[in-house]
């Protein structure tokens, strides 16, 4: 039987920053995102931009875990959605908490869940609540014989015109998928929406395709299994 879908995912830790690396044209994505955080962050020390603390493994100690973080280095965080549920409880928690950002968007493994009426959710959710900064994580994911692969790129697609509709930079997963997630960015001219791809593990000369895009590319410590 497969592993559970939430041990599946990437997990980030977060990244330190400077203000100069944010100069490189390479970062434009953060510095839209940046530019609505500052306004309440004179000092930033580290942002965690790809976290999952709605998961079930942080049910008994989510607010402690706050609490530590927010007393130490870590200043900013981004809870990124990927089921419909976690989008839910990521706006919740950005809501709640001055210093938490959310993404909503339906990863991969999780299309099947999306209706009509949950698309409106997001595009709804995405567009009206000032703490939903991105749509992600979205993409394509065949590590696994299921969703369909054309089940997951019709949503693919569908998510990315909502990202261009609203305005709204989109962080990607993409695994094992390469050409088809640059076909579904090309066919949908991601260069005019913005974003990431997260855990990044292609080739430089793929790479080369995704910054043609205008993506930036997150490489870090991570545990995809």
């Not at 299309?111 to 992600?136: D, F, H, P, Y």
């Amino acid at each position: 039987m497969p592993e559970a879908k939430s041990a599946r995912r990437c997990y980030y830790q977060g990244a330190e920053h400077e203000d100069s690396v944010w100069e490189n044209g390479l970062y434009q994505f953060f510095k839209r995102i940046f530019k609505t955080v500052a306004e309440k962050n004179k000092m930033m020390k580290i942002f965690e931009t790809h976290a999952h603390y709605d998961d079930e493994a942080f049910r008994e100690d989510r607010e402690a875990l706050f609490d530590e973080m927010f007393a130490n280095d870590i200043d900013t965080i981004i809870n990124v959605g990927a089921s419909f549920a976690g989008c839910e409880q990521s706006v919740a928690l950005a809501d709640s908490h001055e210093k938490i950002y959310a993404a909503v968007g339906i990863h991969p493994e999780d299309v099947e869940e999306l209706t009509e009426a949950r698309m409106a959710w997001l595009k709804k959710t995405a567009s009206e609540n000032e703490k939903v900064l991105a749509i992600g994580e979205i993409g394509l994911d065949y590590h696994y014989p299921e969703p369909a692969k054309e089940i997951q790129q019709q949503w693919f697609r569908r998510q990315l015109r909502l990202a261009a509709d609203i305005k709204k930079p989109v962080i990607i997963h993409s695994r094992e998928a390469c050409q088809d997630t640059l076909a579904c960015m090309r066919a949908e001219h991601a260069e005019q929406i913005g974003g990431v791809i997260h855990c990044y593990s292609y080739s430089k000369e793929a790479a080369q395709e995704f910054l043609k895009i205008g993506l930036l590319l997150r490489i870090w410590r991570c545990c995809d299994v």
